[in-house]
């Protein structure tokens, strides 16, 4: 049986979009939205429900786009997840719900984030109709406005709880504003599903930086429950010599600049970033190519250096291709070993080639320097987008909370950590994963949160 | 929205500004800092808190690039857009012994926080207070009342000795054993008062003045090379081991966007004229 082709997403022209911020992928008009939607078979056992970490009930939106009713679409997805706008945009839908969907197999499954999107873009900016319990007058706190305490926040607001956000920074959103580009996730679409939180009653604080405007002990004694949703914030450095030198930057500063503090638009705006014309950008995970993608929009020709091939780039299959048809350069098997510079500035990348060894503890093939096989790559602006770890400053204004040997809060099976009353989830938790592996961390925790105040 | 309640001009381009921030001023700590976005399309700057009242916070700071200024032309009323914090390792309570102070200009506007805190702690300080000239003296009452000793110096000689504040260390370093220097002023004076005292292995911490745009550990735009690591001065900081900081990397470090600042001010310039 031959299966129709998914309807593909219309994108701005890679020519075009190399010279702006706008988003690149540019939704479903109503009707390709329901061409997609009547490709989707209606399993009577449906198994794409079991790839979503929220459990939305991806059947029945879809059926609801089939007919036509996509308020009640929307409001299907808003049961599980009050941020569709967002994870149909940046979920990596082809590892999870698309990956679970029955036409998976033919290569063809049905293009639910695009179909999430859809409904979100379509819906949101109604008048809205939550309904909530009543409200009940307890505070909880939630640390952090990234996506897992925005979810936590949603869900508990849902409850009746009276949800104070904290963050550190001037805006509300973490990773989602600070990090993720405007090309790829518009800044609109990210404070207006926060706003929308905010009327469900959500207070957002910003400018308080909890470890040293607060401690963990004295929001204790204001409320009856708190979650730790700080996220892995740190950047890891190469530790590498030259690495100080003017010019390379974390891939943190890079998009902290650029997005949150909107330095593409300098000097309308006052924070400055240079403007590489030879850039390297080191990794190969969504966050290198977010890095990479945005030098380019910012002019330079950018070169991607990985220590591993392609098969093992951890970053989406569409971020690498957009990276690519925008004009980047992949230089794989490829490691730095040191940065040369003149007058303080970066020069160059020294780099050694690689060749694959056997899997590690991971299952990744282990790269092996090649001997004698150093060479230079010429560049002014170095991104160093390797990782990320645990923000230290939690645990240094909170001895007691028990952490790994890595920086990570240590949890139990309810998303509780040794302080009782304390909950944690998210990449402060697991180490950096996806949003919404940590919108589903949120949630879950919220659901403890509120058994751990109602029995106590 | 912070407000400024109330401001002062007490140098030169030199101003002490008083904002209503209940929960900094309750929260903050000798060694601590604030980031600052002076208005929406602002930027993030670090800036020194001099003192803390019930509900306010004592911020000084200098004017030199596009965002000092405009907060430096701000009125009495006036709304600031952010202020975070407070940020930065808090200076340890700890009985050093003898401890000399070197503070180089606006860096008396930190020295002062920090001396307070080093005399309750029961230390016998030693303070070298260094202007380029008179009329950029700062606080010198303040050190004063907290020090043994007071010695000031300026470029030009038009108070105090004449010379610089290194001049004054290395005499008061062969007068008397000294277990501490802390040194708070320019990136150049840091590295000078380091330098002279490492042959000495006397612990000399400093205060570094890095670039920053998070102010919360997450950027990295603050680090700084130091022995064989990299640390982050706005939260292993501001104060640090001036043996261990690589000055070769951080000078260059501090006039990264030199060219960009200067850009910002001009604009700002013409727009007032």
Request: charged share 25%.
């Amino acid at each position: 049986m031959a299966f129709k082709d998914r309807v593909p997403m219309p994108e701005q022209d890679p020519r075009l979009r190399i010279t702006n911020f706008d988003e690149v992928a540019l939704g479903y008009t109503e009707e390709q939205a329901l061409t997609e939607a009547s490709r989707c078979l209606q399993c009577p056992n449906p198994t794409c429900v079991e790839g979503c970490p929220v459990g939305i009930d991806i059947k029945s939106f879809i059926a609801f786009i089939q007919q036509g009713k996509f308020t009640q679409g929307y409001y299907k997805i808003k049961e599980k997840n009050n941020f569709p706008a967002m994870t149909g945009r940046v979920c990596p839908q082809e590892t999870q719900c698309e990956a679970s969907c029955v036409l998976a197999k033919t290569g063809k499954p049905i293009a639910i984030g695009r179909l999430e999107r859809f409904l979100a873009d379509h819906e949101m900016y109604k008048p809205q109709q939550i309904e909530t319990e009543k409200k009940n007058g307890i505070p909880v706190a939630c640390v952090g406005t990234g996506p897992a305490s925005l979810a936590a926040a949603g869900d508990l607001a849902k409850k009746g709880y009276e949800v104070h956000l904290f963050e550190a920074l001037h805006l509300p959103g973490g990773v989602l504003s600070y990090g993720i580009p405007e090309f790829r996730l518009p800044k609109k679409i990210v404070n207006h599903e926060i706003m929308l939180l905010s009327d469900l009653g959500v207070f957002i604080h910003t400018d308080v930086i909890v470890g040293k405007t607060y401690t963990i002990r004295q929001l204790l004694k204001d409320f009856k429950a708190m979650f730790l949703g700080t996220g892995a914030g740190a950047p890891l450095l190469l530790g590498v010599p030259g690495e100080n030198l003017n010019g390379i930057l974390t891939a943190n500063e890079f998009l902290i600049r650029v997005n949150l503090m909107k330095a593409y638009r300098f000097p309308e705006f006052d924070t400055p970033i240079k403007r590489g014309k030879e850039v390297v950008v080191v990794g190969a995970g969504n966050v290198a190519m977010d890095a990479a993608r945005t030098a380019r929009r910012l002019g330079a020709n950018v070169t991607i250096v990985y220590r591993r091939s392609r098969a093992e780039m951890p970053a989406r299959a569409e971020e690498i291709e957009h990276a690519e048809e925008e004009g980047i350069h992949m230089k794989l098997l490829t490691n730095p070993i040191a940065f040369r510079g003149k007058d303080g500035w970066v020069r160059a990348a020294e780099v050694i080639s690689m060749k694959l060894g056997n899997p590690d503890e991971r299952g990744r093939r282990r790269p092996i320097p090649i001997e004698g096989s150093n060479h230079k790559i010429p560049c002014d602006q170095v991104i160093v987008a390797i990782g990320t770890t645990p923000n230290p400053i939690l645990k240094h204004s909170t001895p007691d909370l028990l952490v790994t040997s890595h920086g990570n809060i240590v949890v139990d099976e309810h998303y509780q950590t040794n302080i009782p009353g304390v909950f944690a989830g998210g990449d402060i938790v697991t180490g950096s994963a996806t949003v919404i592996e940590a919108l589903g961390a949120g949630k879950k925790a919220a659901i403890y949160m509120d058994e751990f105040i109602r029995g106590a | 929205m912070y407000e400024l309640v109330d401001k002062e001009l007490i140098a030169p381009e030199i101003w002490k500004i008083k904002v209503r921030a209940p929960h900094i001023a309750k929260a903050y700590k000798p060694g601590n800092f604030v980031i600052v976005l002076p208005h929406e399309r602002g930027e993030r700057i670090p800036l020194t808190v001099f003192d803390t009242d019930e509900e306010n916070i004592y911020i000084v700071f200098q004017e030199v690039g596009k965002s000092t200024r405009l907060l430096g032309k701000m009125n009495v009323g006036d709304q600031i857009q952010d202020v975070m914090g407070p940020t930065g390792h808090e200076f340890p309570s700890q009985k050093f012994g003898n401890v000399v102070l070197v503070a180089g200009g606006v860096g008396a506007a930190t020295a002062v926080p920090l001396g307070r805190h080093l005399h309750a702690c029961g230390n016998k300080i030693t303070t070298i207070l260094g202007a380029r000239n008179k009329g950029l003296v700062l606080f010198e009452k303040e050190l004063e009342s907290i020090s043994e000793k007071l010695i000031i110096t300026t470029d030009d000689g038009s108070y105090g000795t004449k010379g610089l504040v290194t001049d004054a260390l290395k005499e008061v370093l062969s007068a008397k054993s000294t277990d501490l220097v802390i040194a708070i002023g320019p990136a150049r004076m840091m590295k000078a008062v380091s330098d002279l005292t490492k042959p000495t292995s006397i612990k000399t911490l400093v205060s570094l003045n890095s670039i920053m745009v998070c102010g919360t550990g997450m950027c990295g735009a603050c680090r700084v090379g130091y022995g064989e690591t990299t640390v982050l001065t706005c939260i292993d900081g501001p104060e640090l081991d001036g043996h261990l900081v690589d000055w070769d990397t951080l000078l260059p470090r501090l006039n990264m966007y030199k060219e960009e600042e200067t850009l910002s001010l001009s604009l700002m310039e013409k727009e007032s004229r």
